[in-house]
């Protein structure tokens, strides 16, 4: 099984809030999968307060319009695994992502943080 880091290898472009045109062109190069991964995985971070030093790995696949999330978190001394994988429609890829993130929280009971 592969698990990589938090959105490995996408290219993240940004502009100002207010600035449509830019919005517009931006949402013409947006590769709607890569968004919705994206999304779910740092969605899964973001509930575990996960920063450089969490060890955790959280993979998406899209296939069908259905989003699978594996993510995998270790305890502060590497000797416990926490393991969850979980599917929903693409529409709801975040609410998987905290979902999963919340259960990787239950499971360690936060043996994860130091």
Known sequence: MKIIGIGNAIV????KVDDNFI???????NHKQTYFSVQSERSVLKVLDGDCETAIGVYSSIKNDIIELK?????IDGNERYYVKSSKNISQANELGLEVGENLKRQSKGNYKK
């Open 12 to 15: 993240d472009v940004i502009c």
């Open 23 to 29: 919005k517009i062109l931006l949402n013409k190069i």
């Open 71 to 75: 993510a995998e978190l270790f305890s």
